[in-house]
């Protein structure tokens, strides 16, 4: 048992200088690749030296027992390797189990581009950041503008009474004023803008705010396949 500890151990403390070095490109004086295959090299040369020392085990019982280390390791290596692409999987699986949630995609072409998925109700609804404050929003190319609740105007810091309600629009629940204004920030996961024309509408006739054209029209593309919805910068 003490062994397999020291193992893991050898083994998580390699994974973990390899990810901190990562930037840096060698560990120890030693290329990040050279110190990877040193630090699998090492369980299993213990694994051997135990084996010729003790020799208490059966020939099979030690090779069964060296090749599910070799495994192990191979295990972790593979994906410290492949951190990047299993991470992209974690989070295209995180987006399909909590719709709503914003996935980031690299294109490979400087771009970004992000990822979202229908909820229960069969809409695009996502989460967006207003200044410093996160709202919960409808994408919603059918509105003009980005159009906010009267509470979430309250939340990012708007006196919604001063505000001149001059705007009539159309809603789902009818007709209903609202008031122009300019959002300094609205960003989307990695896709920002300044200086967003939006309006805030009176008190109890939007049911969630929207993220309207004044937004999405500023991307390279909107584009809906299935149940997902891409949004290009």
């Known amino acids: 048992m003490m062994g397999f500890w020291i193992v893991i151990g050898i083994l998580g403390f390699g994974l973990a200088v ?6 840096a ?24 030296s135990s084996g010729v020392l003790l020799g208490r085990r059966s020939f ?3 090779f069964r027992q060296i090749s ?24 295209r699986l995180m987006a399909g189990l909590i719709p709503g949630r914003a ?9 970004a581009e992000v990822i979202l998925h229908k909820t229960f109700g069969g809409h695009f609804e996502t989460e967006v950041e207003v200044g410093p404050v996160p709202v919960s929003v409808l994408i ?17 810091g708007i006196d919604p009474a001063s505000l001149n309600y001059n ?17 300094g920030h609205v960003q989307l996961g990695p896709i920002i803008r300044r200086n967003v024309d939006a ?29 997902e919805l891409r949004l290009r910068d």
């Open 167 to 183: 705007r009539t629009i159309l809603t789902a629940n009818g007709r209903a004023m609202a008031a122009g204004i300019r959002l």
């Open 25 to 48: 490109g060698q560990s120890f004086g030693l290329a990040n690749d050279d110190f990877s295959k040193l630090i699998i090299l090492l369980p299993i040369m213990l694994m051997l």
């Open 68 to 91: 599910a280390w070799i495994l192990i390791a191979l295990a972790l290596m593979t994906g410290y390797l492949y951190r990047t692409e299993l991470n992209s999987v974690g989070e």
């Open 199 to 227: 309006v805030v509408l009176e008190q109890g006739r939007l049911e969630q705010s929207l993220l309207g054209m004044s937004f999405l029209s500023t991307l390279d593309s909107l584009e809906i396949r299935s149940d």
């Open 140 to 156: 919603d190319t059918g509105a003009s503008a980005i159009a906010l609740r009267y509470e979430d105007a309250v939340r990012i």
């Open 103 to 111: 996935v980031v995609v690299d294109t490979g072409e400087e771009r």
């Open 18 to 23: 390899l990810i901190l070095n990562h930037d």
């Open 60 to 62: 099979g019982q030690t």
